[in-house]
């Protein structure tokens, strides 16, 4: 029998305008019936859940997935949960290539397949009442990625990072950019009609890696509305040049979803609070401070092997974190 939602350790009372809303990430209890993960986590207190769309997770291409859609819409409004759509699910469209294809891929049949996951996901996402749909770039094909053939990255100073005929490697990771900008148009294109953002996430080792590569790839495609961001405050400290809390001011005007785990710096492993380098309370009052309604989500992919274990330890972590910050500064404006 699956348990009822009790919240045996709600999430404090607060009295600011924009509380943060904790959530956990069902790609970090992947042995779990997505019914007991989503029970398990309303019975700890969280506020909500990052639903990998996965073959074991209301799977994307399952025949019968807008009746099993439904079920778990209704699902989540009896638990009282919110609901993010996170589509790094790493073999739900290729057995054999982790997160292939890609939005990169050479192969346009191939790209194709990935547009169609997402639009499935935004669709997913409206009948859900999702507050975004999750997705990233994908890893440069292999015959770009050589390190032996470096290319000019996007930065701040050098926004457009413009194609140098002279180099081959530049013109051809431009060509790249440009494949990823038009098999998102699309799927911005779902996004906007069903009103869910589309939260591209900057991923280590992928095409789009960092903040200043959102920004890249929102210019090539004009800034439209429905394009936010996905920010991994793990991530931040792994390889931004800006600390977390910084990182979260920066990008406060097109935050979408914040995904939330430990980490160290030039390291990209996701680690259990408390075993990594992060300071937390600076990193959730920055947070705060952007008045962001959307879900915190923690993010654990390596550890479904004691999914509710730490899914039980890191809430209460968070909570100690956002009480630790000083009196006044959550709700604020930056």
């Not at 990998?52 to 994307?60: A, G, Q, R």
């Not at 098999?183 to 939260?199: C, F, K, S």
């Not at 960092?210 to 792994?238: E, N, V």
């Not at 009052?285 to 509710?308: D, I, K, N």
Request: aromatic fraction near 4%; hydrophobic fraction near 40%; charge should be negative.
């Amino acid at each position: 029998m699956t348990p009822t939602s009790h919240r045996t350790n709600p999430r404090p009372q607060t009295t600011n305008a924009h509380p943060l809303r904790f959530g956990y990430g069902t790609n970090g209890l992947a042995d779990l019936r997505l019914d007991d993960a989503l029970a398990l986590l309303a019975d700890l207190g969280y506020d909500g859940v990052g639903l990998t769309l996965d073959h074991m997770h209301l799977d994307p291409l399952a025949p019968d997935v807008a009746a099993r859609t439904r079920k778990v819409a209704r699902r989540l409004d009896t638990l009282g949960l919110g609901v993010t759509v996170e589509t790094g699910a790493r073999y739900v469209l290729d057995p054999r290539r982790k997160h292939g294809p890609s939005l990169l891929d050479p192969d346009p049949a191939d790209r194709a397949r990935r547009v169609d996951l997402l639009i499935r996901a935004v669709r997913i996402a409206a009948d859900l009442g999702a507050h975004a749909v999750h997705c990233f770039s994908g890893v440069l094909p292999a015959h770009l990625a050589d390190p032996a053939t470096p290319t000019t990255p996007a930065t701040p100073a050098n926004p457009a990072a413009p194609a140098d005929p002279a180099n081959p490697a530049s013109t051809a990771e431009d060509t790249v950019w440009k494949r990823l900008a038009e098999a998102l148009t699309p799927v911005l294109d779902a996004a906007t009609h069903a009103g869910i953002p589309l939260a591209v996430e900057p991923e280590p080792g992928h095409l789009l890696a960092t903040l200043a590569d959102f920004h890249h790839l929102r210019r090539i495609l004009g800034d439209p509305p429905a394009l936010g961001l996905t920010l991994d405050i793990g991530h931040c400290q792994c390889l931004e040049p800006l600390p977390p809390a910084d990182c979260v001011r920066a990008a406060a005007p097109w935050l979408r979803h914040v995904q939330i785990e430990d980490m160290r710096r030039g390291h990209h492993e996701h680690l259990p609070f408390g075993d990594g380098e992060i300071d937390f309370p600076p990193v959730l009052e920055a947070l705060a401070a952007t008045g962001y309604q959307g879900l915190t989500v923690v993010e654990l992919p390596r550890h479904s092997h004691a999914g509710p274990h730490f899914a039980a330890q890191s809430l209460p972590f968070l909570h100690r974190a956002a009480r630790a910050i000083p009196a006044g500064a959550e709700g604020s404006t930056p």
